[in-house]
């Protein structure tokens, strides 16, 4: 008697469909993000970007080879940013430390395991680290009017464009939490936090946001 079953074929999943599972460290706050937000002040998360530390002197070797394959300079002074190809920052952290931020792999097509694969390579013998941490951070995105004034209750730095042009990042505190404060706009924000201090952060910054609701 002739097995008249159908074999089932197996698919191996493709990385956009991988990609598709993913759960952002804020997941949970979502909605109270959307519905916490006003026109005086948003609060949104930009999650999975990539992200990779760099430890270089920026006037060795290891750190021209770093510039050539970023095809921007590293940052020399704290709170400097500089930008290069395909959405690239580089972001100061300390005077041989470095933070580039890429787009999420799932918009570049490029992996994030990649990205820092490629940095290393170029790095090669010279003096330095080249780490991914995408995910090792999550960031907030605070947008309006009354951002700064949400910020300026939790953060120890003076926010004045005066002292915190557009363009600048710090690494500081949001309240009790180690944070990157980037201001990427005239009233727009972004905090970089650890993805285990996500939910604290965004009701942190919710709760700071009420009185503008």
Do not use: C
Request: proline share 7%; charged share 20%.
């Amino acid at each position: 008697m002739a097995d008249t079953r159908t074999a089932q074929q197996s698919t191996t999943p493709t990385q956009a469909d991988v990609l598709a599972l993913r759960r952002s460290p804020a997941h949970d706050l979502a909605t109270a993000l959307e519905e916490g937000s006003s026109p005086a002040v948003g609060l949104r998360e930009v999650p999975f970007l990539t992200q990779v530390t760099l430890r270089a002197e920026p006037d060795g070797p290891g750190g021209a080879a770093l510039e050539d394959a970023l095809g921007t300079d590293l940052p020399r002074a704290v709170g400097e940013v500089t930008s290069g190809p395909d959405g690239l920052s580089v972001l100061w952290l300390a005077p041989d430390e470095f933070l580039a931020i890429a787009p999420d792999e799932a918009e570049s097509g490029v992996l994030t395991t990649a990205y820092a694969d490629r940095l290393a390579t170029a790095l090669g013998e010279h003096r330095g680290q080249v780490v991914d941490v995408s995910a090792n951070r999550t960031t907030f995105e605070l947008t309006g009017p009354a951002a700064r004034s949400v910020l300026d209750k939790s953060v120890r730095l003076d926010l004045h464009p005066r002292e915190f042009p557009v363009g600048r990042a710090v690494a500081t505190q949001l309240g009790s939490t180690p944070a990157v404060v980037w201001r990427t706009g005239e009233e727009s924000w972004r905090l970089l936090v650890r993805s285990s201090f996500a939910t604290h952060v965004g009701s942190w910054l919710l709760d700071g946001m009420r009185e503008y609701g």
